[in-house]
């Protein structure tokens, strides 16, 4: 296995839920600091490698740190622990699913319980909800599971690992996004083999707590101020069973990044990046976002005086669930096109639409 495949698997085995995720964010800046000039954290743990930091036109490439998970919110009399979201966990998988539940001191494998079928009502048979799904420690009571260190607030986090399908697919938890932490790192490392010396001032960001609302995003553009802005996360693979083409676009796992236009897209920056596609005659794939791209973009775009942003995403098979499913070609795609977007971009290009 190749260096950066190993960073990948240990990347993304690691748990890193929403407003826990300082543990990724440490083994993602060990893998980045040979690559940048300097690095830096914030308050709540979002990560930036920073290249030519004293350069005034600073320029950010983004994906989000943090995956769903859930909170420990009630405990029985019996032992059993009922959990509420801490972003957009999916109740309707969670019945038999194994777990980690992260105490203060150690973690704590666990099951999501679920009555057998004999047990069950036939066609009225209670569905998976957040009020009937609830954990199994292998505990009797309260008083055991406290003497464990579980309590209300601990997080839990599904138990599944990177899995290698056909050679052709990753697919486990969490790619959504951490994923697009490794492809920005592999930009970096790119750009270090390469000697690349880039006009100005690269920052690569790897934000906390997009899941609950783009908050990481928020934080470090208010702190980088950036000029420009690229980000890069995961959107639906709408070919897999059960998508609506008609609702959804057509974005297809295998055939390249997806570039969305939107209001919150700035189109000038958005053409930049198609023509540095074109001119390397790397793939890509186009799609439309009504309002909002529901992505650290607008967190970014409208940070400050307002920042030109683009979104470049992966497409995505089973997004959040523990079998998430990314192409090793898209992949390698994305990394690519950033790459080739920053070695062509001109600082003194003018992003205004009007002068």
């Given at each position: 296995m190749q260096e950066n495949e190993k960073f990948l698997?240990?990347?993304?085995?690691?748990?890193?839920?929403?407003?826990?995720?300082?543990?990724?964010?440490?083994?993602?800046?060990?893998?980045?600091?040979?690559?940048?000039?300097?690095?830096?954290?914030?308050?709540?743990?979002?990560?930036?490698?920073?290249?030519?930091?004293?350069?005034?036109?600073?320029?950010?490439?983004?994906?989000?740190?943090?995956?769903?998970?859930?909170?420990?919110?009630?405990?029985?009399?019996?032992?059993?622990?009922?959990?509420?979201?801490?972003?957009?966990?999916d109740h309707m998988i969670a019945p038999s699913m194994r777990v980690n539940i992260h105490t203060d001191e150690k973690i704590i494998p666990g099951v999501f319980g679920w009555p057998a079928i004999h047990v069950r009502k036939g066609d009225k048979e209670d569905k998976p909800s957040l009020e009937n799904i609830?954990?199994?420690?292998?505990?009797?009571?309260?008083?055991?599971?406290?003497?464990?260190?579980?309590?209300?607030?601990?997080?839990?986090?599904?138990?599944d690992e990177l899995l290698d399908l056909n050679g052709k697919f990753y697919a486990g938890r969490a790619l959504d996004n951490r994923v697009g932490g490794y492809m920005i790192a592999q930009v970096l490392k790119k750009l270090h083999d390469a000697g690349k010396k880039l006009p100005f001032g690269l920052y690569v960001v790897n934000a906390v707590q997009e899941e609950i609302g783009l908050r990481g995003a928020q934080m470090i553009a208010a702190k980088i101020k950036p000029n420009v802005a690229v980000i890069t996360d995961v959107c639906h693979d709408t070919t897999a069973p059960m998508y609506s083409k008609i609702n959804s676009g057509e974005q297809v796992a295998g055939e390249g990044p997806v570039l969305t236009y939107g209001a919150s897209v700035h189109k000038k920056l958005l053409d930049l990046i198609i023509h540095s596609a074109q001119q390397r005659k790397l793939p890509f794939q186009r799609a439309a976002a009504s309002r909002g791209t529901g992505t650290d973009t607008d967190a970014f775009a409208y940070s400050n005086d307002g920042v030109p942003s683009a979104l470049?995403?992966?497409?995505?098979?089973?997004?959040?669930?523990?079998?998430?499913?990314?192409?090793?070609?898209?992949?390698?795609?994305?990394?690519?096109?950033?790459?080739?977007?920053?070695?062509d971009l001109d600082p003194d290009y003018n992003f205004k639409y009007i002068e």
């Open positions: 698997y240990k990347y993304l085995n690691n748990a890193s839920p929403t407003g826990f995720e300082a543990s990724g964010q440490q083994i993602w800046l060990d893998y980045i600091k040979p690559y940048v000039d300097q690095y830096f954290t914030d308050s709540y743990g979002t990560a930036v490698g920073v290249l030519n930091p004293d350069a005034p036109f600073k320029v950010v490439i983004e994906a989000h740190a943090d995956e769903i998970s859930w909170f420990v919110n009630y405990i029985t009399p019996e032992g059993y622990i009922y959990v509420r979201r801490n972003g957009g966990s609830f954990i199994d420690v292998g505990a009797r009571s309260k008083e055991e599971l406290e003497k464990m260190g579980i309590h209300v607030g601990c997080v839990v986090t599904f138990k470049i995403s992966l497409p995505l098979k089973y997004m959040h669930t523990t079998v998430e499913t990314a192409s090793k070609k898209d992949i390698d795609s994305v990394i690519d096109l950033i790459t080739g977007f920053l070695e």
